[in-house]
């Protein structure tokens, strides 16, 4: 290349540069505007404007929650996409951040009463923080696990769930309200029902899935030998059940208890501790 042509072709990168640079500077003045009007409606139009000049994560992050805010929830949505699309992973901050997005993107499916978008997102939101510093997570899962259909998730919801996990590179995971009733490892009628759900999600599975491990906890009362026996038995009667309902599972299924050592939420109300009862499956490929 010639002297001359590499001049003119690092004076249009500059430009650019330039260019770009001034586009986030304009940007960041309209988003430290945004955060000082209450009206979420007006606060999303600013930040809108500043995302399309500047594609930044934090930016589209704030936009998406002034969407939530404003109840538009499929703007809050592609917001967080974009948002999750333009996150350098490398940036401090960065794992906080993807977290709040999986946090958001949950919120949002629970705002649309999607529980199996909504229980995969926030799984890998918690997964992804780990510190437990963004509070506000928890709350999130503990209004998704209150959400009336939490109760009974049909084979397609726990499928749907479990898919959407492995789409955003998270571990395939569900928590599941199979029922027993006081101090019986045998799950109740209506547990029996969700296992059965279960059952035929998991066989669904078979060419996607290497094994999958069924863990059963229990809540804080009772004694750490007994919850943990308590706890095993449940998870061996679910296992032996669905291998029974689905002989092809056979094998592929293995039963672990964990007693009262992993609660999903840390309170100590009576809701709290009906929640830390469940059944948890995990694939592991």
């Known amino acids: ?97 993807l977290a709040a997005i999986e946090g958001r993107r949950s919120q949002a499916y629970l705002q649309q009463e999607d529980i199996p978008l909504a229980l995969a997102h926030i799984e890998a939101a918690i997964d992804t923080e780990g510190s437990g510093e963004l509070s506000w997570l928890w709350q999130v899962r503990k209004a998704v696990d209150l959400h009336p259909q939490r109760r009974q998730l049909a084979q397609g919801d726990i499928s749907r769930s479990l898919v959407a996990s492995r789409s ?10 199979i029922l027993f009733d006081t101090d019986q490892d045998r799950p109740n009628a209506e547990g029996m029902a969700q296992a059965r759900e279960l059952g035929k999600a998991l066989a669904g599975q078979t060419g996607a899935m290497g094994k999958a491990l069924i863990i059963g906890h229990t809540d804080r009362r009772g004694g750490d030998a007994y919850n943990d026996d308590l706890s095993r038995r449940r998870a061996e009667q679910v296992t032996a ?34 929640l830390n009862r469940r059944v948890e499956v995990q694939l592991i490929q």
């Open 1 to 97: 290349m010639s002297p001359i042509k590499l001049l003119l072709l690092l004076f249009c990168i500059g430009g650019t540069t330039w260019a770009l640079a001034g586009d986030c500077a304009r940007a960041a003045r309209l988003d430290e505007k945004a955060q000082a009007l209450a009206d979420p409606q007006a606060k999303a139009a600013l930040l809108a404007e500043a995302l399309a000049l500047c594609p930044d994560a934090n930016i589209g992050y704030r936009l998406a929650v002034a969407r939530l805010e404003a109840n538009d929830t499929q703007g809050a949505l592609a917001a967080l996409a974009q948002a999750r699309e333009s996150l350098d992973t490398s940036r401090p901050g960065a794992k906080r951040l």
């Open 168 to 177: 955003i590179g998270a571990v395939q995971r569900i928590d599941l309200y």
């Open 241 to 274: 059940l669905i291998g029974q309902w689905h002989p092809e599972l056979q094998g592929k299924l293995k039963a672990k208890g964990k007693g009262e050592t992993q609660p999903r939420h840390p309170g100590d109300s009576d809701e709290d501790y009906r």
